[in-house]
Structure formats: C-alpha cells, structure tokens
C-alpha cells in the first residue's frame, strides 16, 4: 500500500506521492458490479477506482480511495478490465484527474473497445479528456452539505454535452435549493442526476422535484440498495 509516512503532529497530506512515470498509475481495486449511479445504472460496469483524492467531502464512502492502493502499468489496468469482461468501464476514484495519467488511460480503453464513464468531483478541469462518442463525462456539482462547494469549477459545465451527465448529492433542503440555482443560472446540456446523500432515502428529494417541476433524474445508488456499504460493490 502507498502510503505517506509523516512524523508524529504532522497533518496528513491530502495526496498520496502519485506515480510519475506516464505509464503507471496508483490503482486502488478493480471490479465488476452493477452500475449504481447516473445513466448506465443496472447495468455491468468494471470500476477502476484510482488512488487520491485532494478533495474530503463530509460524506465521502470511499476513504480508503485517499491513500491505499498499488501501483499498476496502463497495460496491465487494461488487461484486468478486458478479464472481466464487461463492455463498459467507469474510472473513479479518488479523483482520476489528480492523475497526469488519466488522459491516456481513458484513451486506451477507448481504443480497446469500451465504453468508458470517467466520474470526477468536477473540481479540475475536463476540456482536455478525449473527445469520443463512447466517452461520458459524469462531473460533480459539490452543494453546501458536502463542505465543498468552493471547490468547483463552473467552466466544466459550459463544455458538457448531451451525452454527459452532472451530479448532484443531496444532503438536506439547502443542497437541493442550491442545485436548483445552479441549474437555472449555468443550464448545462446535459442530463442532470441528483441523489440522496446515503443513496438509499429517495422520498423527500422525489418530492421536491415534482413539486418544483424539475427536469432531472431522482436516482438511488443502486449498488446500496443491493448490497449496502459492502466493499467492492
């Protein structure tokens, strides 16, 4: 496991020492699942979960992706996720765009054949990502419950196009009308997701929506619903 050692008192750093040789990438597991989340949702999907994260949201369910982890050639991610076997991908994290890597990973499983779903915290950039018909961008919008709302960077929603998706995690009343004024003042092309923080409670989020007559998508994550917070799901 890669991990930062630091003497006694030192505050942790928020980033692991990432691989900087193009080639390799701090890889923390790699899976087969269900989609739970956005527009493949149900359906089999290999998740390439990336190590390191700069970004600590109050309700994070992946703390083990800020620092554990192996190191893995491009070649070798791609070879695991043609074994087991299914057509789409999500590379995850973590925070795949901490990673100067990303591009090329995400071009790669494009050549091989995939489609390929890359979800970022939207607080980096991704007017660079491949421009591919079988590449959805899934970008974050962190509302106020998150504790990470100065973290996003609004020009992400002016480049999305129909077939990316943005997302939402609702924490309580205050998130959803912050995401209301998002979505009235930036208007994204894009299908918009929100979902309950905790992924499981849908009734108060379905309800505002309807009543605000939203056009957006009221999601479970799904892989919750199944198997609760088991790893490696």
């Not at 076997?85 to 591009?103: D, F």
């Not at 409670?201 to 199944?226: F, G, M, S, T």
Request: with cysteine; glycine share 8%; aromatic share 6%.
């Amino acid at each position: 496991m890669a991990r930062t050692g630091l003497p006694a008192g030192m505050a942790e750093p928020l980033l692991p020492r990432l691989p900087r040789d193009p080639e390799t990438m701090l890889v923390c597991e790699i899976y087969r699942t269900l989609e739970g989340e956005g527009s493949d949702i149900g359906l089999p999907m290999t998740f390439v979960r990336v190590t390191g994260c700069p970004l600590r949201c109050t309700w994070c369910d992946q703390p083990e992706a800020f620092f554990e982890g192996s190191e893995m050639s491009l070649g070798r991610i791609v070879d695991k996720v043609r074994e087991l076997g299914a057509r789409r991908v999500c590379v995850t994290g973590g925070e795949p765009l901490a990673h100067r890597q990303c591009k090329t990973l995400l071009e790669r499983l494009l050549a091989a054949g995939f489609r390929v779903v890359l979800e970022t915290s939207g607080a980096f950039s991704v007017t660079e990502m491949p421009d591919h018909e079988a590449l959805c961008l899934s970008v974050d919008v962190k509302c106020p419950g998150s504790g990470m709302e100065d973290r996003n960077l609004w020009a992400n929603l002016r480049v999305l196009r129909a077939k990316d998706q943005v997302k939402f995690v609702i924490v309580d009343r205050i998130d959803y009308d912050y995401a209301k004024r998002v979505l009235d003042e930036r208007r994204p092309a894009c299908p918009v997701v929100m979902q309950p923080e905790g992924g499981r409670e849908l009734k108060a989020l379905a309800e505002w929506v309807l009543e605000d007559r939203l056009e957006v998508r009221v999601l479970p994550q799904l892989h919750k619903v199944i198997w609760g917070d088991e790893k490696g799901r």
